[in-house]
């Protein structure tokens, strides 16, 4: 990418949120913790992110919406385990 040093591209960056979803969701029960503790305070900010100077950031924070996908992931695993595949026979009624 050109720009300043150390900035990453958008495929890249997409690679790591890809890379932590996956580790939400291959963690068993990491992803309900991260969900658990990273909701929004009376204030509308992420009661577990630190902020700068000691503030709070917006909510929903980055872990929060990489959480949210985590659980799009999951649900969507599940569904395709849930299905039969073309080897087993369907109920036939």
Same mark, same amino acid.
């Given at each position: 990418?050109?720009?300043?040093?150390?900035?990453?591209?958008?495929?890249?960056?997409?690679?790591?949120?890809?890379?932590?979803?996956?580790?939400?969701?291959?963690?068993?029960?990491?992803?309900?913790? =991260?969900? $658990?503790?990273?909701?929004?305070? /009376?204030?509308?900010?992420?009661? !577990?992110? %630190?902020?700068?100077? @000691?503030?709070?950031?917006?909510?929903?924070?980055?872990?929060?919406?990489?959480?949210?996908?985590?659980?799009? =992931?999951? $649900?969507?695993?599940?569904?395709? /385990?849930?299905?039969?595949?073309? !080897?087993? %026979?369907?109920?036939? @009624?």
């Amino acid at each position: 990418m050109v720009g300043h040093a150390g900035a990453v591209s958008t495929q890249e960056l997409l690679a790591e949120i890809d890379a932590a979803v996956a580790f939400l969701v291959g963690q068993p029960g990491l992803l309900d913790v =991260v969900l $658990a503790e990273h909701v929004a305070d /009376a204030g509308g900010m992420c009661a !577990a992110c %630190p902020g700068p100077q @000691s503030g709070r950031r917006r909510w929903p924070c980055t872990v929060r919406l990489i959480a949210a996908r985590a659980v799009r =992931v999951r $649900a969507a695993a599940h569904d395709r /385990a849930d299905r039969p595949t073309s !080897a087993e %026979p369907e109920n036939a @009624s």
